[in-house]
Each structure stands twice: as C-alpha cells, then as structure tokens.
C-alpha cells in the first residue's frame, strides 16, 4: 500500500491529549478517501495506554516508549523518534497537533526528513489529483489560504478545535515500536524547568469556559471570574486586553495571537468581542456575554447578551447556581 496518513499524537499528564484525538479523526478521514492506511504515533515514558486511547481513531497506532530524561527537550526526543520510524515507513503525511511542542515537532520533522509544512490548517481534504487540500486561516482568520504540497508528501499542523473527534467503527491496534537507532537526536540540553501556574483545565480542553477582559478592571475583579468557572466546573479565559494589563497569564488568552477554544459554554465577561478575540472562540456551542454596554460587538454574535453590571450580575449568577445545587 502507497504511503501512510500519520497521525502524531500527543501526550499531556499521561494521556492523550485533545487535538490528538482531533488529528486522528482528520487522519483517518483523510486515509480512508485516499485509499491509504491512517496510522497513529505516539512517543511518551509510557505510551501504552495513550497509544491504546488514540487507536479508537485510527486502525493501527504504534507506541513509542522511551525513557525521557529531564535534561532532553521532550519534543526533540519525540521528533528523533518519529523521524527515524518515518525513515523506514515512509508515510505520506503526517498530521500533527498545533500546539507548542506541536510545532517544534513539526519543524524538526520538517528539517530532518526533508519535508514541507502547511500550518495552521482548519481544513483537510483529499483531491484526487492535489492530495490533500489544506485550508489554513491568516491574519486572523479572516483570510483562508488554500494549498496542497507540490512535492506530494509533508507535515500539516492541525489547529485545535476545528473538527470534533469521532472515534472510529472499530478500535484499532497497538504496536510497540522496534528498537531504533536514534544517534541524530539533537544536542540541546534542557538547562532549567520552570513551570508556569498552570491551571488545573486548560483552556483548550475545556467544555465551560468562563473568560474575562478589560471590563473586570484587574486583577482582583478576575475573582468573579474564576468563581463562575469553578462552580461550573470550567477554565478562566481571557482577551488580550487583560493579559496585557497583566492580570491574568497568556495561557489563559483567547483569540487571534492566543488560543483558538471550542467548549460547549463560552461566558464572556467584560469582554467588548473584537474580532481578534472572535477568532478565538467563535466556535463555542453556545456564547452568553455580559456586558453593560448594549453596542458592543459581542451583541451581534453571541447566543445570549446581557446588559448589566458583570459584578452585580456575576455574583448573582453565582448565587443562583449555588441555590439551585441546594
Ligand atoms: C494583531 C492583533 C492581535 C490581537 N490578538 C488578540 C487576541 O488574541 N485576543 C484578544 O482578546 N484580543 C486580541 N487583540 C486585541 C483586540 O483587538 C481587542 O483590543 C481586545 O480583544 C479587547 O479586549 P477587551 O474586550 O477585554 O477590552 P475592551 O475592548 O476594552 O472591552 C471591554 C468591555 O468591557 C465592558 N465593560 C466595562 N466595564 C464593565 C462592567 N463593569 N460590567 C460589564 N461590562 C463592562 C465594556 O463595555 C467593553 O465592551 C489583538 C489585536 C491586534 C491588533
């Protein structure tokens, strides 16, 4: 059979992520309309039970266990690895996550298997005659650039929550890798960890997110915030303008140069709804906004628009979600 259709799964606090699920949706869609086979990879310390989680997406997924040293970049250990599987498999594609180590991955791939990369995909099709057709979003989404690779094979960088993952009919295989010769792995050692203060739910990943901007006026008007998403159990978001301020840490940022979410609930507080910020969360199931003035643009796309005060209505939306728990 031609060249595979791969998809790179990757794995957080020991399993797979999201998006991983996400591309291998999209891989195996892809295969099964090129008539190829789609393949997981996952490389991880322990990459049984996440290469065991993606193979509800993909018919085959080969588990890369390696022992991954504190001083080695996690995603040069896992390029190094999948490099070398690739260099014997020869797939066609790989479709990787957009996210940080996502994308060191996919420039790392790039380079040492001599492969081009279409980034920031939103869309993956197959054309018979092109391959795969990538539509990716710029300048902020409000431009789709259409591509294909003129050299037949590449790497596409997959943003998040742009298709919903749907398992496969049948789970699929898991694999243990062979022993491979890894000597290219590259010489960057990791001089020092320092770990952001990371939110217990990442934004991307979860199904409530309950974001604020300028209107809650600082750091401490966040509280309102944060109390909402942790009665519904969600992630604080945030605009630019409030990272900016400083209030709140860039992990949190939604929108044109943060990221991109999808959760089922996006409450908006505070937040005027530029269009770098709509970019961002526009895909949400369903937006609720408060804000106190009636024009601002989220009132155009938002579900449901409240004008109101955010610390009088949040508190008194805390009060009700807390009532009606008893
Ligand atoms: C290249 C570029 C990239 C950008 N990327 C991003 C991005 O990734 N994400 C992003 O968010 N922005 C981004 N921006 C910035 C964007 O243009 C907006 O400036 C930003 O989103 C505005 O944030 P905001 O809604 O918090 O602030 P504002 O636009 O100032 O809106 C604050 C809102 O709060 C309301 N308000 C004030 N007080 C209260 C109150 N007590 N109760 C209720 N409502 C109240 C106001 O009526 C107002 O509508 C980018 C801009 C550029 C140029």
Known sequence: MPGAVWAIGEVADGSVTRLSTEVA????????????????????????????ALAAFVGRVVAIGVPIAEERPAAAVAAARIAALARVEQPAWLIVGATPDGRDVAGMLAASLDLGVL????DVRWD????????????????????????GRGIILLAPNVVTA??????GRVE???????????AVTVVEHVSAAAQALSI???????????GVGGPEGFRVVEELAELLGGAVGATRAAVDAGWIDYAQQVGQTGKTVRPALYLALG?????QHRVGMQAAETIIAVNRDPDAPLAEYADLFGVGDL????????AEIRARRG
């Not at 980034?119 to 939103?122: H, Y």
């Not at 022993?179 to 590259?186: G, S």
């Not at 610390?311 to 805390?318: D, R, S």
């Open 25 to 52: 949706t999209v891989a195996r869609r892809l295969a099964a309309d090129a008539g190829r086979e789609a393949v997981g990879v996952v490389v991880a310390a322990d990459a049984t039970g996440p290469a065991a």
């Open 119 to 122: 980034a920031n995909a939103v």
């Open 128 to 151: 018979a005659g092109n391959g795969p057709v990538v539509d990716a979003a710029v300048l902020g989404g409000r431009v789709l650039t259409t591509s294909d690779f003129t050299a």
């Open 166 to 171: 749907e398992p496969a009919d049948a789970p």
């Open 176 to 186: 243990a890798a062979q022993e491979m010769d890894v000597a290219d792995l590259p």
């Open 204 to 214: 991307e990943e979860a199904s409530v997110i309950v974001a604020g901007g300028r």
């Open 271 to 275: 937040i005027s709804g530029a269009i």
């Open 311 to 318: 610390f009088e209505v949040g508190p008194a939306l805390a």
